[in-house]
């Protein structure tokens, strides 16, 4: 890597001015070259030594690295690693995938949570194909165009697929900055100082390395909790670390607690032995995706009543609650649910998708051909135990 020496006792002597006043949140200008110099030469270094061997890396298809992008967000490598090859060898294009199913896409993604991100992913291929004949667009404009990308993802694939000088700033970045500069308010109130410090900070000869390398020190270096500041190539110019406050920093907000739901739902069998699912219509956060159904217990409301309610209201069918199977609670990033799961025995009636985009009966076996949210997928594997003791006996 070439690159002029730096004068250690300039960058020192310039070291304050990566404090950013209220006054000034909006405004990098002020930051002397030679600090931000510094900071890049001595990232990339650490980089080329430390950075982590991802498979995505190894690519300079943007489609490839466009999935791993909508993959990872909110999502950390470790799970999305096992997805990101199976989805690769499923929809191995953007062509495969522009004309798949959207129940084979979900299904692909079943799992790794944030459906929306699959659903977004499925169009935006579709509308690659019919406006850019299947080639990724590598216009910044055009690119956040497409349905499920915002300006960090914009960023990170247009610099890792085409090498432009275009700034991300993705939680790991965020927590990097808000420490660099000893940032005094939550990084979501300082974007736009962010932001340009982001974009300021970025290597413009080598984009691609500096963006990884940055998202890298976040998730390995300057993590969230206990951060391995002694080995940080930033140390010397980081302002939390110099004053000591970095476990302080980031500053969050204040978070009301979750809200917390009881949902009553229904196993329904017939005389067949076939089990009743329905599909949620497509918006919402689990949107395309197969459940049992119900719905929630009202005030005063038993669990078996809420679901012979629930089930007449979105199903018109009349049901007989029977034993309880299980109770799974989840948490969402907004809220958290128990589900009291019961049995139920189907009575009366046809069944209609009045709150749903489809009903369907399918035996036990034929379960895992359908995606299913993750609290779902509890219930499903303590029907396959449950059966398996029956066969047992």
Not at 59 to 72: F, G, H, K, N, T
Not at 230 to 251: D, F, R, T
Not at 261 to 274: C, E, H, L, P, Y
Request: a neutral charge.
């Amino acid at each position: 890597m070439s690159r002029k020496s730096i004068d250690d006792r300039t960058v020192k002597a310039s070291n304050h001015f990566l404090q950013p006043s209220l006054k000034r949140a909006d405004d990098c200008s002020h930051l002397p070259a030679s600090v931000f110099a510094s900071l890049q030469y001595n990232l990339l270094v650490w980089y080329g030594q430390f950075g982590r061997v991802l498979p995505w890396r190894q690519s300079r298809d943007p489609y490839a690295i466009w999935v791993s992008e909508i993959m990872l967000q909110q999502t950390q490598v470790k799970t999305v690693m096992p997805y990101y090859h199976r989805w690769l060898d499923v929809f191995p294009t953007v062509q495969t995938l522009a004309i798949a199913e959207q129940q084979a896409v979900l299904k692909a993604w079943e799992g790794l949570g944030y459906y929306a991100r699959a659903r977004n992913l499925h169009r935006a291929a579709q509308t690659v194909m019919l406006l850019y004949n299947g080639t990724f667009p590598d216009r910044l404009v055009d690119v956040m165009q497409l349905p499920g990308i915002g300006r960090t993802t914009a960023g990170g694939i247009l610099s890792a697929a085409f090498n432009q000088p275009l700034a991300i700033l993705d939680g790991n970045v965020k927590r990097v900055l808000a420490r660099l500069v000893a940032l005094h308010v939550s990084p979501n109130r300082a974007l736009p100082y962010l932001w340009q410090l982001s974009e300021t900070l970025l290597d413009q000869q080598q984009p691609r390395d500096f963006n990884q390398a940055i998202m890298d020190l976040g998730a390995t270096v300057c993590t969230p909790h206990q951060p391995l500041c002694p080995v940080c190539p930033w140390k010397e110019h980081c302002q939390a670390y110099n004053q000591g406050i970095q476990a302080k920093l980031p500053m969050s907000e204040t978070r009301a607690p979750l809200p917390h739901k009881t949902i009553g739902v229904a196993v329904i069998w017939n005389d067949q032995r076939q089990i009743l699912i329905d599909r949620r219509r497509q918006e919402g956060l689990l949107g395309g995706l197969w459940e049992f159904p119900g719905g929630k217990v009202e005030a005063g409301e038993t669990i078996e009543a809420c679901i012979q309610r629930e089930i007449r209201e979105e199903l018109g069918i009349e049901i007989a609650v029977g034993d309880r199977l299980i109770v799974v609670d989840h948490a969402y990033s907004h809220i958290r649910v128990t589900l009291q799961v019961h049995h139920c025995r189907y009575v009366a009636g046809e069944p209609q998708a009045i709150e749903c985009d489809e009903v369907r009966w399918v035996t036990l076996t034929e379960l895992e051909q359908f995606p299913f949210p993750k609290a779902n997928g509890q219930i499903i594997e303590a029907l396959k135990q449950e059966a398996g003791r029956k066969d047992e006996g």
